[in-house]
């Protein structure tokens, strides 16, 4: 059964960013004065040009790093960060990447070479446990992280343009094991990605960045149908109005 944005349910807050300001010793400003809520559960897609300042809004969220001005509190939980590239260690098993997580925890070994299988197993990876990286695809890789990412029990998924150096038939493969592990861990996401068709396909909400400094400058509810295909026309047409709002930015920031 299709299931509508609009039938999920109002939710309390996970991430609340309020009035949140990045300035570098250098004078460059990456944000400035951003006011964003991301609900518990709620799938959120972060776009904007190239320098908006969405990576350096994920690691502040993640306490990577703190804001000039503002605040940034996680009413929602945990959070833990995935990037772009897997970065897995290569001197360990897919398995021993995922265990390395839960030995972090405190886990027993038992319990985690158990509890890997099973996150292996959520990421469609049976029986890959003790393939090496050099060994994996790269969608396999990041299959591994993020079965790695589970394995600390986050209640916020922080995604940096995850999918960015797939090819087009992995990433969308890699979108429906997404959208299924979210669906079935009820994970809050906030996922910054280039793509906007990308952000159509998969969020809850779109929010769009300013060009740098980033600012919120345009919400767009996702009102289309649980499952979607990167394809359909009413991805294809979100995915074109927010196109236009963000090329109204770029060439605001070109002037």
């Not at 400003?29 to 300042?53: I, P």
């Not at 990412?149 to 995850?162: H, S, T």
Request: charged fraction near 25%.
């Amino acid at each position: 059964m299709s299931v509508t944005a609009e039938a999920r349910p109002v939710t309390a807050p996970a991430i609340v960013i309020d009035g949140v300001s990045k300035r570098y010793a250098t004078g460059a400003v990456a944000l400035e004065d951003v006011h964003l809520e991301v609900r518990r559960g709620e799938f959120l897609a972060l776009v904007g040009a190239s320098g908006c300042g969405k990576s350096t809004l994920l690691n502040l969220v993640a306490g990577l790093d703190s804001p000039t001005t503002g605040r940034v509190s996680l009413p929602g939980g945990r959070p833990t960060l995935l990037f772009q590239e897997a970065a897995l260690l290569p001197w360990q098993t897919a398995a021993g990447n995922v265990e390395l997580a839960l030995r972090l925890r405190g886990v027993g070994r038992a319990e985690r070479k158990e509890k890997a299988v099973e996150l292996l197993d959520l990421v469609h990876l049976s029986g890959m446990g003790d393939r090496r990286p050099h060994e994996l695809s790269g969608g396999m890789r990041q299959r591994v992280a993020l079965a790695r990412a589970l394995a600390q029990e986050p209640d916020i998924l922080l995604m940096d343009e995850p999918f960015g150096a797939l090819d087009a038939m992995t990433r969308d493969l890699l979108h429906d094991e997404l959208e299924r592990i979210w669906s079935e861990t009820g994970v809050t996401i906030l996922f910054v990605t280039h793509n906007v068709r990308e952000a159509a396909r998969l969020g809850d909400r779109i929010v769009l960045l300013t060009s740098r400094p980033g600012r919120v400058a345009a919400e767009f509810p996702v009102n289309i149908d649980r499952p979607r295909r990167i394809e359909s026309p009413p991805v294809s047409k979100l995915a074109v109005e927010v196109t236009a709002a963000l090329r109204q930015e770029v060439a605001r920031h070109g002037r």
